[in-house]
């Protein structure tokens, strides 16, 4: 499918109020449909959070709009790019698991998203994309 939908500024406004876990399962429900998930990035690659204890984190959005909505600060400057569901479930997520980077699913301004390893990220990834065939 790979298309970016549209998203109301009503829609929008609702989604960002909504808490951590409930942002999670937006998350899983909108990249199963669409089949895409949206990181942030510019030239020199993607963006990362690192907590105070130095842990490095992923970020993804379920639309351009919320990874735009983060795009201030220390990521001022990125931009919103797509990925492919399925690669990034079959490749990307296996590589990260191997590299201990944990994914930082859904952050919006000012709150951090739900922290999840890789390996229960693709595991979730996988049963959502499986109740959408």
Known sequence: MNATHALSERRFAAVSRLGADERF???LNRVADRETAWGLRDEAGWVAATDSEG???FPLWPHPRFAAACANDEWAG???ASIDVH?????WLPAMASDHVLLAVFPIPGLRGVIVPATELAAVLRQALAAYE
Do not use: C, D, T, Y
Not at 87 to 91: G, I
């Open 25 to 27: 399962a937006q998350f």
């Open 78 to 80: 990125n931009v919103p």
């Open 55 to 57: 842990h490095s984190s």
């Open 87 to 91: 690669e990034f479930v079959e490749e």
